[in-house]
């Protein structure tokens, strides 16, 4: 199992950019994929991206396409997420999560703030 601290949020005006950090504690053998989520008061958790752990192979909500970039650095066991040309919609709580093999999104962080202001 592993502890997920995620840290970068901040406040940018639109059009800005911003990276945030997922720092990975534990034992990540047995981890399949890292994601990236969002939340904004009265929604549903939203997915964002996530990338295969081991191969870096990636998926994207259409909405992020060709402005958000997931990646890892499995050496520093970090999860990145490079945001560009941000939107006021992109306003939300950002949180990482695991996967393990063969199961569900299981392991959270607290979350990181991001606001967007127009």
């Known amino acids: 199992q592993v502890q997920l601290a995620e840290s970068g949020g901040g406040l940018v005006q639109a059009g800005g950019s911003l990276r945030l950090s997922c720092a990975v504690s534990?034992?990540?053998?047995?981890?399949?994929?890292m994601g990236w989520f969002r939340q904004t008061p009265g929604k549903e958790r939203e997915f964002v991206a996530t990338?295969?752990?081991?191969?870096?192979?990636?998926t994207y909500a259409d909405f992020v396409k060709g402005r958000f970039t997931i990646s890892r650095d499995n050496a520093k066991k970090t999860l990145y997420l490079q945001m560009n040309s941000l939107k006021p919609e992109d306003t939300a709580v950002y949180y990482c999560?695991?996967?393990?093999?063969?199961?569900?999104?299981?392991?959270w962080g607290q979350g990181t703030q991001v606001t967007v202001s127009s």
């Open positions: 999560a695991e996967r393990r093999s063969g199961g569900q999104f299981g392991s």
């Open positions: 534990g034992r990540t053998f047995g981890t399949y994929s």
């Open positions: 990338i295969t752990w081991f191969d870096g192979r990636t």
